[in-house]
């Protein structure tokens, strides 16, 4: 089977390449940008998604499987930019590559879609985005899924949770504790650190994911998370535990965020069941 995957060069798209290559998939990797670090036996394209036209499809290899994963404007959560520009361009390009004969796709989502809700939140919880970004990638499942009415594909929504490991942007709390400790700062300066949080590593994130591509099933929403809640403050506590590093964590430095709830995880029952894990 060939997997394409868009967002090839990004954080978790590069980790999903090598976890489809250990599964033995003809990958192709999509991006506007060429890759830093080439995964071996992976073809490349570059392609820029807003240039992309009725070739877009041959030109990655006409995949059995598109794992969508790019996406602009991150981490800015509260940009008109996503609503503005990336859903049109991403909607217009997955419609493209259908009407080409895609025969199946998984998008990533957010777990930001269910809104400002503390608990255990299940996928058949009615959406409830409170932010331009959450706004616009719950409209573009609803697009797809009125597309799903007039063209024949497999459609999986992966609702991402929290993800940490190599490669992360630099703005992100796992690699800012990195330099923290590189520099050989005594304290962290973080949040309170209580909000309760669903967080997996990236490795983790990118098998669960190339399991589902490689199932090319019409799976609907799936949530990509552990299903245990964590504080911040325990994750950093035990971060800074495993590194051995010599550094405190500056709590109550930062105030919370007002674009997410101060408790909430994922039910992860739904992807268990579909991977008998």
């Known amino acids: 089977m060939t997997v394409a995957v868009t967002g090839a060069a990004g954080f978790v798209g ?38 992309a036209g009725s070739g877009a499809f041959r030109a990655m290899g006409s995949p059995d ?3 969508h994963l790019a996406w602009g404007g991150l981490p800015n959560y509260l940009s008109r930019h996503h609503y503005e520009r990336e859903l049109p361009l991403h909607y217009r390009f997955l ?25 255990e939140l299940a996928e058949d919880r009615a959406p409830q985005p409170a932010n331009p970004y959450a706004w616009a990638k719950t409209a573009l499942l609803d697009q797809l899924r009125f597309l799903q009415a007039e063209r024949s594909f497999a459609l999986t929504w992966a609702r991402l949770f929290y993800v940490w490991g190599e490669g992360q942007a630099s703005s992100s709390l796992y690699p ?13 300066p973080m949040s309170a650190g209580e909000q309760l949080r669903d967080y997996l590593p ?18 609907g929403v799936v949530n990509i998370c552990s299903g245990t809640p964590v504080s911040v403050r325990t994750l950093v506590e035990r971060w800074i535990s495993q590194s051995g590093a010599d550094i405190v964590p500056d709590l109550g430095h930062y105030s919370y965020p007002t674009y997410e709830p101060l408790a909430f995880w994922g039910s992860s029952a739904k992807r268990r069941a579909l991977l008998g894990d």
């Open 14 to 51: 590069a980790h999903v390449i090598r976890a489809l290559v250990a599964r033995g998939e003809e990958v192709v990797g999509v991006d506007r940008a060429a890759p830093r670090a080439p995964v071996p036996g992976v073809r490349y394209v570059q392609l820029d998604m807003e240039d």
């Open 65 to 67: 499987q598109l794992v």
């Open 95 to 119: 419609a493209t590559v259908t009407d080409s004969g895609l025969p199946a796709m998984l998008v990533t989502g957010t777990c930001y879609e269910y809104g400002m809700v503390d608990g």
């Open 176 to 188: 800012l504790l990195g330099a923290a400790i590189a520099r050989g700062d005594r304290t962290f």
């Open 202 to 219: 990236v490795t983790e994130v990118a098998t669960i994911l190339a399991a589902l591509a490689s199932r090319r099933g019409d799976d």
